[in-house]
């Protein structure tokens, strides 16, 4: 009777993780069904660009385990070099994480400590204490900031190993059980840290690293963390906001193995062609070009394939046009991401750039699908007249609050679900992410950090830098030190005439 119950039971969740999954795969296929249009239809596909603000999606429904059985655990950091607003936005952050889920003693229970030289016990509260997801938001509220009273010592460890001996020795068998580590800087004993965090992944406990700031050491994060996926480095807490869905996202799917793939496999029965279309008569009237001529290309396949463009003149853009109406792309596919600003470039020259890249064919047939993530506007963030009580800390909020062109929430949204099979990444098709950068990056050491995640994934990122606010040095660290992924544009409105050089750095890779 045991066994009939326990296989009822498993049957039962496998039936419905499949409807949700069906359910979540039909709202895909409405929602991007444009972008597999008929072959005169692409052009209302990039009609789109001037009528609907585009964003990457970022609802619920795409948390796989908003509703599953989950214990989470949140470890949180209020040690002194914490300021105090910055404590209240890690526990805005937190809260607004927990919002996402069903909170009940049936499906998501939560708990929550602090820790700056040793655990406060007397905020903590564990998976029992609190029922209801309100109750659960209040506990976390009550936890305040205990920074003045930390001392200057960040025991990562001792809070690793509070959690698993006191907190999770109350878990529920068979339900999966998530920690999540919040911190601002490096661990007095890193030792200890990574000790405590080995015990507690053979624990079975899922282990998510959250390093908020510069003082952040990558390797403490990934020695805490269960996997490379599971680490997130933030720059500053003015962007932790950015962050709320994904690391939750990123935690769901690494949970139920739903990650994107690391191998790309094509057999000889994969049908794959491309033909891309490009022309030598341009709609906005007459360009003069300059570009290189450069040497054949060894294919490998009993000959070079030969390029021969036509050389003229420009002082802004740098451009070689295919010659003939096979296109080098001709035996790939391709799914291609495209980050930019809508607040900054206007995005009918995005459209153009896509009109000239990309063929109606090529999209009828499915040979390139093509997705857009919308980088967002950074704003900043006021204060009330009771929040600061020195000039300095104004002085630090003035400071700490300035983010021009925030980068790296759009580059883990590139890597943890755009390419993700859900929205419609392939196995078997090469996954390209372009950047358009327009203005210097604000955090650009973290976003060269994500963009290395990204590469581990198998996702080859390029650039196109517009205007002269980018020089190769900052910017190359992004597309792996290969400076020939980057291309130049002077203009928002040369993004269409360089859209052959753009295809063939991608193409004749």
Request: proline share 4%; charged share 25%; hydrophobic share 40%.
């Amino acid at each position: 009777m045991v066994t009939t119950t326990t296989t009822t039971t498993t049957t039962m969740m496998l039936m419905r993780k499949m409807f949700v999954l069906m359910m979540m795969l039909m709202m895909m296929v409405m929602s991007v069904g444009k972008a597999f249009p008929d072959k005169t239809s692409i052009k209302e596909l990039l009609k789109d660009f001037q009528t609907i603000d585009v964003r990457a999606s970022s609802g619920d429904s795409n948390i796989l385990c908003k509703d599953d059985k989950l214990d989470i655990a949140f470890i949180i950091d209020t040690s002194r070099s914490i300021h105090a607003h910055e404590y209240d936005q890690q526990i805005e952050f937190v809260m607004k994480l927990v919002s996402i889920f069903n909170i009940s003693p049936q499906n998501i229970r939560v708990a929550a400590i602090s820790f700056g030289q040793e655990v406060v016990r007397d905020s903590a509260f564990g998976f029992s204490t609190h029922k209801t997801k309100e109750k659960v938001l209040a506990g976390i509220k009550g936890i305040v900031y205990r920074g003045r009273d930390m001392g200057d010592q960040t025991e990562t460890g001792t809070a690793i190993a509070f959690a698993r001996k006191n907190v999770f020795s109350n878990t529920r068998p068979g339900v999966k059980r998530i920690c999540v580590v919040l911190t601002d800087g490096r661990s007095t004993d890193p030792l200890q840290t990574k000790q405590e965090a080995s015990y507690a992944r053979k624990d079975d406990i899922k282990m998510i690293a959250v390093g908020i700031g510069n003082n952040v050491s990558m390797e403490e994060l990934k020695a805490i963390a269960s996997n490379g996926q599971l680490v997130f480095k933030i720059d500053s807490y003015e962007l932790l906001p950015q962050f709320e869905r994904h690391v939750m996202t990123q935690t769901c799917e690494n949970l139920y193995n739903v990650v994107n793939d690391t191998e790309v496999i094509i057999t000889d029965e994969t049908p794959i062609s491309i033909k891309i279309t490009t022309t030598s008569k341009l709609d906005e009237g007459p360009l003069s070009m300059e570009f290189t001529t450069k040497p054949p290309i060894d294919t490998g396949e009993g000959g070079p394939i030969s390029r021969r463009p036509t050389t003229t003149k420009s002082p802004s853009v740098d451009v070689t046009k295919p010659q003939g109406d096979e296109h080098p792309c001709k035996d790939q596919l391709l799914d291609i991401n495209i980050l930019f600003r809508p607040s900054r470039i206007p995005p009918r020259y995005v459209m153009k750039l896509i009109d000239k890249s990309i063929s109606a064919d090529a999209m009828d047939e499915g040979i390139v699908r093509v997705g857009v993530i919308s980088i967002p506007k950074a704003t900043f963030k006021g204060f009330r007249l009771n929040h600061y009580r020195s000039k300095g800390e104004v002085k630090e909020h003035f400071k700490t609050h300035d983010p021009t062109f925030i980068l790296t929430p759009s580059l883990l949204d590139l890597r943890a679900r755009a390419f993700h099979k859900l929205n419609g990444g392939r196995a078997g098709a090469r996954k390209i992410g372009i950047l358009l950068i327009d203005e210097k990056v604000t955090d650009i050491d973290s976003a060269i950090e994500e963009t290395k995640f990204a590469r581990v994934d198998g996702i080859e990122i390029y650039v196109i830098s517009i205007g002269g606010h980018n020089a190769d040095d900052a910017i190359v660290g992004l597309v792996d030190n290969k400076r020939s992924r980057i291309v130049h544009a002077s203009l928002f409105s040369d993004l269409p005439y360089i859209a052959d050089l753009m295809v063939r750095k991608i193409c004749l890779w």
